[in-house]
C-alpha cells in the first residue's frame, strides 16, 4: 500500500511549514503542552472542528523537537476512513515497509522499542478505538515514545492527559484599538485580513465591527481565517452584519486544505457524521439553549421521543467527548455550552426536521418552571442561590420571552415569567430590560388579564425607580384600568403600593404614609405576605418621615425580624436602610449607622449595588455628625462612585438632597475645600468590596501591595497574565479550574493593588514587567 505525502509528512529540519510560520497567538497552550510533553506518555488536543488543533500540535512538535533528537514523527489521519490501515499507515510513516507475515503493531513496536521519539497522531476522532488501541500497545512497550495526538474526542488509554484546546480569546465591546493587539482572534484575523488586502488596518471607524466578528465567530481559528477570505468584496462592517448566513457565506478556503475545511457547514457535518443518532438527536433539541444548560434542563426540554433520560449521561458524555458540548463548572455544579456556530448548526436540524417549534415550546415551558420557583422561592434562605441561578439562566430567559411574543396566548404566559422575576430585574440593575420585556409582551398579549394587570404595575415600578415618571404614570393608569375591569384586587393593591412609592420619593410623607397603609392591609388579606411586607416597611419610613420616628422604627423593625425569620435578604436589606435613613433624617446617628453597616455586611453576599449606594450615602451622613469628617468625606466619595454604577444618584429623592447639601457644607468647611476633595477622591477611587471594607472598618492595608518587589501574590499574577492575553473573567476561570466568582475576586484584588481601574492597564503592566 502507498500513502500520500498529503496523510503523512516528517516534520523538516529548519525550514518550518507555512502553517506553522503562520501560526497566530497560543504562547500560553503552547507553553503548557510542552510541559506536559515531559510528564506523560500522552497528550490528546481536544477541541470542536476549527479550533487551531492540527496547527496548535505542529507548533508544539516543532518546539520540543530539539528534545527528542529530531525524531518527530506526524501522522495526519483526517483523509483515512478505514480503522483497520492505521497501523499500515504509521508503518509506511515510519519507512518500514509491509511486506512480511508479522502483524504490523508488532513491526511498529519492535522499531520504536528503543527510540526516543514523539508521535504526532493528528485527526483520531473517526478512528478513536483503533488509535488507542495503537497508542496502548506503542506506550505499553516503548518507555521513550511519547505521543500527542489531536481529536475531537478523549482516546481512553491510562495516563492520558487530556488538554481542552479553547477558541481564541475575543475582545470585550468598547475595548480600544491599542488594545486589540491583546487579544489573539483579533491578531488572527488581522494576519489574515492582510493577506488578501494588504491595505486593511482597524480604525476607530471599524474596530466594533471587528470585535463583533470576532465574537460571533467564538475565536474559531477556522471561521475567522474564512470570514477574512471574504474582505476582498466586503467591508468589516458588512462581513459582521451576513454573520447570520455564515454557512453559505463562508465557502473560500484554502484549496490545499482536507476537503471538510472548505465550509464550516463541511466541517460540520462532518462532526455530525461521527454521532450516533441519540447524540444528533440531543445536538438538535440542545440548539434551543442560549448560553448554556444543565442535566436537570436537558432532561426536561430534551428527553422522549427517541432520546430516554436514562441515556442521557451517556449521551451527554458523547457529545462531549466529540467536542459538540463543552463543560464547564460553576459553585459545584456542571454545565453544558455550544459554540455558536455548532448551536446554529444544531438549530437548522430542527427546522428542517419540522421541530423547531415545538422544541423552543418545550424550552419555554423549562423556563417557565424555573421563573415560577423563583418566585416561590424567594421568600427563604435559598434566594441568593435563585439569584445565582438567574444568573446563569439570564440568556435563556430571554431565549423564551422571545418565544413568548410570538402570539398573544404565550404573550400570557411570558407576562408571568416576566412578573415572576421583577425582584431579580430590580436587584441585578436590569430596570431597562424588565421594561422592555414587559412593554412588548403587553403589546401582543389580550387585554383583560391578570398577567397584564401585573406587567403593568411592574413596568410603571421600574419606570418610577429611573426617574421615567410619563412612563410610570401611564403605565401604572392602564394596570388600575385593567384591574378594575376584572376585578384584580391584587393588582388593585399594587397600584396604590407603586403610588406611594412615588410619594415617598417625592417627600409626601402623609400620602405615601397612607397608600402604603392600605396597600398593606390588602395584601394581609389576601394572604399576600411578600407584598404585604414590602408595604409595610415602607409604610413605616413614611410615618417616620411625617414625624412618627417611634411607630415608623417599631413597624420597620418589625419587618426585619420576619424577613430574617423567612430567611430573605434582598427586601430585608432594603427595610433596614430605610430603618437607617429614618434615624438619620431624625438625627439619631448611632442606630442610623448600625443598620446601614448591617445593609453592607448583607450586601457582601448579594452586591445588590443600588442598596449599597443608599448604605454610603447615610453612612456618610452618619460620620459627618459624629464628627469624623475625613471618613465622611471618603464615605461620601465612595458612595458617588456607586451611584454612578447604577446610574443614579440620591439627588433623585427629594428627601435626602437638602440633609446632603448640609453635610457637605459642614465636611468642606471642616476641613477646607483642598483636603475635603483629596478624601473625596481618594474613597471614589476605592473598588466596591474596597469600600464596603473601610465602611465596615475593616483593615483594608492588606489589600495594598506588601513590597514593591512583589505586589501580587503568585495566583493573582496568573490572572493578571491570563488578563493581559485577552481572556474574559469566564475564560479566566475556566483556564484555572476556579469559579467564576473567585476569578472576578481577583481581579478586583489586582486592580486595588496595583492602582488600577481597567484591564487595560493591567495588560500594560504585565507586558512592562
Request: proline residues 4%.
Amino acid at each position: 500500500m502507498s500513502v500520500t505525502n498529503a496523510a503523512v509528512q516528517r516534520l523538516p529540519g529548519p525550514r518550518l511549514p507555512a502553517e506553522i510560520t503562520t501560526y497566530v497567538g497560543r504562547g500560553t497552550e503552547i507553553r503548557e503542552v510542552k510541559r506536559l510533553l515531559g510528564v506523560a506518555p500522552l497528550v490528546t488536543l481536544t477541541g470542536p472542528g476549527g479550533v487551531g488543533k492540527t496547527r496548535l500540535a505542529l507548533r508544539v512538535a516543532a518546539a520540543v523537537r530539539p528534545s527528542f533528537g529530531d525524531d518527530v514523527v506526524f501522522v495526519g489521519l483526517a483523509e483515512l476512513h478505514e480503522p483497520k490501515l492505521l497501523v499500515n499507515t504509521v508503518v509506511d510513516r515510519l519507512g518500514l515497509g509491509d511486506r512480511s507475515t508479522r502483524a504490523p503493531i508488532d513491526l511498529v513496536v519492535d522499531h520504536l522499542r528503543a527510540r526516543r521519539l514523539l508521535l504526532v497522531l493528528d485527526n483520531c476522532e473517526h478512528l478513536v478505538e483503533a488509535s488507542a488501541r495503537l497508542v496502548e500497545a506503542i506506550l505499553t512497550s516503548c518507555p521513550d515514545v511519547v505521543v500527542l495526538a489531536t481529536s475531537r474526542q478523549s482516546l481512553g488509554v491510562a495516563g492520558e492527559h487530556v488538554l481542552p484546546v479553547q477558541p481564541l480569546a475575543v475582545p470585550e465591546p468598547g475595548e480600544s484599538i491599542a488594545a486589540m493587539e491583546n487579544y489573539d482572534a483579533v491578531r488572527l484575523f488581522l494576519d489574515r485580513a492582510t493577506a488578501v488586502v494588504p491595505s486593511f488596518t482597524i480604525t476607530e471607524d471599524d474596530v466594533e465591527d471587528v470585535i463583533r466578528l470576532c465574537r460571533a465567530l467564538d475565536g474559531l481559528p477556522l471561521a475567522i481565517e474564512l470570514a477574512a477570505v471574504r474582505l476582498r468584496s466586503l467591508s468589516a462592517r458588512q462581513l459582521a452584519d451576513r454573520l447570520n448566513k455564515r454557512f453559505t457565506l463562508l465557502t473560500q478556503a484554502n484549496r490545499s486544505a482536507p476537503s471538510r475545511h472548505e465550509t464550516l457547514a463541511t466541517l460540520i457535518d462532518w462532526s455530525h457524521q461521527l454521532c450516533t443518532e441519540q447524540e444528533r438527536l440531543l445536538w438538535a433539541r440542545a440548539a434551543v439553549f442560549s448560553g448554556g444548560f444543565d442535566l436537570e434542563a436537558a432532561e426536561t426540554a430534551c428527553c422522549g421521543d427517541g432520546l430516554d433520560r436514562d441515556d442521557l449521561l451517556d449521551v451527554l458524555d458523547g457529545l462531549i467527548d466529540k467536542s459538540i458540548l463543552l463543560r464547564e463548572e460553576h459553585h459545584g455544579q456542571v454545565r453544558f455550552r455550544m459554540l455558536e456556530t455548532v448551536r446554529q448548526y444544531g438549530e437548522d436540524r430542527l427546522r428542517a426536521n419540522g421541530d423547531l417549534d415545538r422544541m423552543r415550546r418545550r424550552h419555554r415551558d423549562w423556563c417557565t418552571g424555573l421563573t415560577e420557583q423563583f418566585s416561590v422561592d424567594w421568600f427563604s434562605p435559598a434566594q441568593l442561590d435563585w439569584i445565582d441561578r438567574i444568573d446563569f439562566e439570564h440568556a435563556n430567559l430571554r431565549q423564551a420571552l422571545n418565544y413568548c411574543i410570538g402570539n398573544a396566548d404565550e404573550a400570557v404566559v411570558g407576562l408571568r415569567m416576566a412578573t415572576d422575576v421583577k425582584e431579580y430585574w430590580v436587584m441585578r440593575g436590569l430596570l431597562t430590560e424588565g421594561r422592555m420585556w414587559c412593554a412588548r409582551l403587553i403589546g401582543v398579549a389580550p387585554g383583560d388579564t391578570e398577567p397584564r394587570a401585573a406587567a403593568g404595575w411592574v413596568d410603571a415600578f421600574l419606570a418610577l425607580i429611573q426617574g421615567d415618571i410619563p412612563a410610570y404614570e401611564a403605565s401604572l393608569a392602564e394596570a388600575a384600568e385593567v384591574a378594575d375591569r376584572i376585578g384584580d384586587e391584587s393588582a388593585r393593591a399594587y397600584v396604590d403600593h407603586i403610588h406611594a412609592y412615588h410619594a415617598l420619593m417625592g417627600n409626601d410623607g402623609e400620602r405615601a404614609a397612607e397608600l402604603f397603609h392600605r396597600a398593606s392591609t390588602a395584601f394581609q388579606e389576601m394572604g399576600d405576605l411578600s407584598g404585604e411586607l414590602w408595604s409595610k416597611f415602607n409604610y413605616g419610613l413614611a410615618v417616620s418621615l411625617t414625624g412618627d420616628l417611634d411607630t415608623g422604627r417599631t413597624v420597620m423593625r418589625d419587618c426585619v425580624e420576619r424577613y430574617t425569620e423567612l430567611g430573605e435578604v434582598s427586601w430585608r436589606c432594603w427595610a433596614l436602610w430605610s430603618l437607617s435613613a429614618a434615624e438619620y433624617l431624625a438625627g439619631e446617628y448611632g442606630p442610623a449607622l448600625e443598620a446601614g453597616l448591617a445593609v453592607l455586611r448583607l450586601q457582601r453576599r448579594y452586591g445588590d449595588r443600588a442598596v449599597m449606594a443608599f448604605a454610603l450615602t447615610v453612612l456618610a451622613g452618619c460620620a459627618t455628625h459624629l464628627g469624623e469628617l475625613r471618613r465622611a468625606a471618603r464615605l461620601l466619595g465612595a458612595a458617588t462612585t456607586v451611584w454612578q454604577s447604577v446610574s443614579a444618584s440620591p439627588t433623585n429623592y427629594a428627601t435626602f438632597v437638602e440633609p446632603m447639601q448640609r453635610d457637605i457644607i459642614v465636611v468642606t468647611e471642616g476641613l477646607g475645600p483642598e483636603a475635603a476633595a483629596a478624601e473625596f477622591t481618594t474613597g471614589a477611587n476605592l473598588p466596591t468590596d474596597t469600600a464596603i471594607s473601610y465602611a465596615l472598618r475593616e483593615d483594608v492595608s492588606r489589600l495594598a501591595p506588601e513590597t514593591p518587589e512583589a505586589p501580587l501574590t503568585k495566583r493573582e499574577m496568573e490572572v493578571a497574565e491570563l488578563v493581559a492575553k485577552g481572556m474574559t473573567n469566564r475564560e479566566i476561570a475556566k483556564s484555572l479550574v476556579i469559579s467564576l466568582r473567585t476569578a472576578e475576586t481577583h481581579i478586583d484584588h489586582i486592580r486595588t493593588k496595583l492602582g488600577f481601574s481597567n484591564r487595560t492597564q493591567i495588560a500594560a503592566w504585565v507586558a512592562g514587567r
